[in-house]
């Protein structure tokens, strides 16, 4: 299971974190990292780490966003800074071994 926190309303240019503890059959090779699907818009990728550290991110969030993992702890953190009304959206962690796993979504808002 994936469980997500850390969302919430913001001003812009604010900055939010938000944490994915992974517990149970989650492997700890896994891939995880971060989707958000704003409203009327589909699901995209945001972040994401490997257990390496090797990371990838959206152009749109590049030099604003970033992502870490602690793997004792199975957990995978996105730090948001200098968000934008554009940033506002559902946030949904994954973890990718054979299949994609899902936790819940986190909703950031960013607004004045």
């Known amino acids: 299971q994936l469980q997500a926190s850390g969302g919430g309303l913001v001003q812009p240019g604010g900055s939010l974190r938000l944490s994915c503890a992974a517990s149970?059959?989650?492997?700890?090779?896994?891939?995880m990292g971060w989707y958000c699907q704003a409203p009327g818009k589909q699901r995209e990728l945001v972040t994401s780490?490997?257990?390496?550290?090797?990371?990838n991110y959206a152009d749109s969030v590049k030099g604003r966003f970033t992502i870490s993992r602690d793997n004792a702890k199975n957990t995978v953190y996105l730090q948001m800074n200098s968000l934008e009304p554009e940033d506002t959206a559902v946030y949904y962690c994954?973890?990718?071994?054979?299949?994609?796993?899902w936790g819940q979504g986190t909703l950031v808002t960013v607004s004045s």
């Open positions: 994954f973890a990718l071994w054979v299949t994609k796993t």
């Open positions: 149970g059959s989650i492997a700890r090779g896994s891939v």
């Open positions: 780490i490997s257990s390496g550290g090797a990371t």
